[in-house]
Nanobody
Framework: VQLQASGGGLVQAGDSLRLSCAISGRLTTSDNYMTWFRQAPGKEREFVAGISWREGRKRYADSVKGRFTISRDSGEYTVYLQMNSLEPEDTAVYYC???????????????WGQGTQVTVSS
């Protein structure tokens, strides 16, 4: 299984972006959960949002609740992160990852995508 993240860019505060994580290969029981993390310069990688592949149950970090929406397209094997009302504090490299179950810590991830840069100017 390989993950390919895309959709990042440079935007202004208040703008929107949609990130995509395309999954190639065959998902296993070790990939039941898909998570978006982000890492800002000088900071640890932090949880943003997660979704269970089969049931579609979602979790969000408090900092993005009400602004970000995670979704998945089972047919296209793609997970999305719709980001609205972006703030400069959202500036980071965003990564998608798989895991067997719900995770909020990066060390629990099994596979990682390569990351996509999101920069929000004020």
């Amino acid at each position: 299984v390989q993950l390919q993240a895309s959709g990042g860019g440079l935007v202004q505060a208040g703008d929107s972006l949609r990130l995509s994580c395309a999954i190639s290969g065959r998902l296993t029981t070790s990939d039941n959960y898909m998570t978006w993390f982000r890492q800002a310069p000088g900071k640890e990688r932090e949880f943003v949002a997660g979704i269970s592949w089969r049931e579609g149950r979602k979790r969000y970090a408090d900092s993005v609740k009400g602004r970000f929406t995670i979704s998945r397209d089972s047919g296209e094997y793609t997970v999305y992160l719709q980001m609205n009302s972006l703030e400069p504090e959202d500036t980071a490299v965003y990564y998608c990852a798989t895991s067997p179950g719900v995770i909020t810590l990066a060390l629990g991830a099994r596979l990682w995508g390569q990351g996509t840069q999101v920069t929000v100017s004020s």
